[in-house]
């Protein structure tokens, strides 16, 4: 087998995505916006901004997904778009740096929850972790189906427990109308907090792309690709609201600001000692199912790229009975392993995650450039509210891009420092491709 399968329906797409932006940020970042905001009222609507700044960006990838449904997503459009050194820097920042990084990240969460049920050493938590990335590589290198399954599952089962925590919060005694105040800040939310809280947001719904770099998998990607881009856009947003509405209604703006794990505490408010392993045992399935959708869409990009010969070949060939990028997916497990081991993945997603914004900004101008370049591509799907969607996205990409950049100037000058390096390799692989 030479060519991947398209075998992913809507429900696979949309739980690819929404599995992979749920995943341990609701759990932890409502304490840093309540910080920022301590009033029920600026909290609510930094998360409703917040959803449609990402919404603005869903929809405009969603009319690159389907016109360039292939493996590889960003990758492919902005080297449609931009030219192939900036799909290769997009594909070499990803692929080499972020997603492994943020694997390590996930399964080390994952890991340190898996402790509050067995007593777990430091080593223990690195040893668990690597565990959990070699298991979830293998589940995806059997087949695409045996990890969407597990996809479909998690994700499914990380929505029920959260929306559970939402109904206990409502319904047992803890909670209370009289927690929601403040409801307003007196003389309103300043720009300054107002701004750390929305970073703070977006980066909780990062993961709407996640369904295009497994774009040569779908089934009528035209439709599908954008429908479950917006979908799960469209639900993360919704949970994330009523979830964090049922911390404030629990714990109030001023303990959830104290508080470093917010649903830990709302739970065990309502729920007692039970609460505590309950909100353990979710947070272990939000990273597991994130992690799972991270793995099995992110070895697509360097496989993407191989086909190029723009990385080794062996990442290009697929299994020849069980048509998935095998050598792809244990190379990246292979890297993400050892930076959980090493610890390195923590200076690596403070260096260069802010570049992921970077590339998502020329991803929605390339929405734009490519209506005028390539005015005869077949778009199934059109950005709605265009041009004004892409304009609006691109100038909160560029708020938050820069507004990382003054708070961590050293870190984001390093980050920087790191993608540009991405060029030596680029033209290593462009000599010999074109030899």
């Known amino acids: 087998m030479t060519e991947l399968r398209r075998t992913l329906g809507l429900l696979d797409a949309t739980t690819i995505n929404l599995g992979t932006i749920i995943a341990t940020g609701i759990f932890i970042v409502p304490a840093t916006i309540a910080q920022a905001l301590p009033a029920t009222g600026p909290i609510v609507l930094v998360w409703i901004v917040g959803a449609a700044v990402s919404l603005l960006g869903a929809l ?4 690159l997904g389907a016109a360039y449904p292939a493996a590889g997503g960003l990758f492919v459009y902005l080297r449609e778009a931009w030219g192939p050194a900036w799909g290769y820097l997009y594909g070499w920042t990803t692929a080499i740096v972020i997603n492994p990084a943020a694997i390590a990240a996930i399964a080390v969460g994952f890991a340190t929850y898996a402790g509050f049920f067995l007593p777990l050493s430091p080593w223990g938590i690195k040893a668990v972790a690597v565990a959990s990335i070699a298991t979830l590589t293998a589940l995806n290198c059997v087949g695409i189906r045996a ?94 609201l009523v979830v964090t509405l049922a911390f404030l209604y629990v714990l109030s703006p001023a303990a959830t600001a104290a508080s470093a794990l917010p649903a830990s505490d709302a739970a065990q408010a309502t729920l007692g000692p039970l609460g ?11 990273a597991f199912g994130a992690n799972n959708g991270i793995i099995l869409t992110s070895a697509r990009i360097p496989f993407a790229m191989a086909r190029e010969g723009r990385f080794f070949r062996s990442v290009g060939t697929l299994h020849p009975r069980r048509g998935t990028p095998v050598i792809s997916l244990v190379q990246q497990g292979v890297v993400a392993s050892a930076l959980t081991l090493t610890g390195t993945y923590d200076q690596l997603i403070t260096y260069v995650v802010f570049a992921s914004w970077i590339f998502y900004a020329m991803g929605a ?23 004004v969607t892409p304009v609006v996205f691109t100038l909160f990409a560029i708020a938050l891009v820069t507004a990382t950049v003054v708070e961590t100037p050293r870190e ?21 491709a074109a030899a």
């Open 412 to 432: 984001a000058l390093v980050g920087m420092v790191l993608i540009l390096a991405g060029l030596v390799p680029y033209r290593f692989w462009s000599r010999r």
């Open 276 to 286: 505590a392993g309950l909100v353990a045992a979710a947070i272990m399935v939000s």
């Open 147 to 240: 990890g969407v399954v597990t996809q479909n599952v998690l994700t499914i089962l990380k929505a029920a427990l959260l929306v559970g925590l939402v109904a206990v919060a409502f319904a047992l005694p803890g909670g209370g109308l009289g927690n929601l105040r403040p409801l307003w800040i007196h003389g309103g939310p300043g720009m300054a907090g107002f701004a750390l809280a929305t970073v703070a947001v977006l980066w909780t719904f990062d993961g709407w792309i996640e369904i295009t770099y497994v774009g040569g998998e779908v089934r009528d990607p035209g439709r599908v690709v954008p429908r479950s881009i917006i979908l799960a856009t469209l639900l993360a947003a919704a949970l994330y």
């Open 60 to 63: 405009c990838l969603a009319e």
């Open 365 to 387: 101008l390339a929405v734009m450039r490519l209506r005028r370049s390539a005015p005869g591509l077949d778009r199934p799907y059109r950005t709605w509210g265009y041009p």
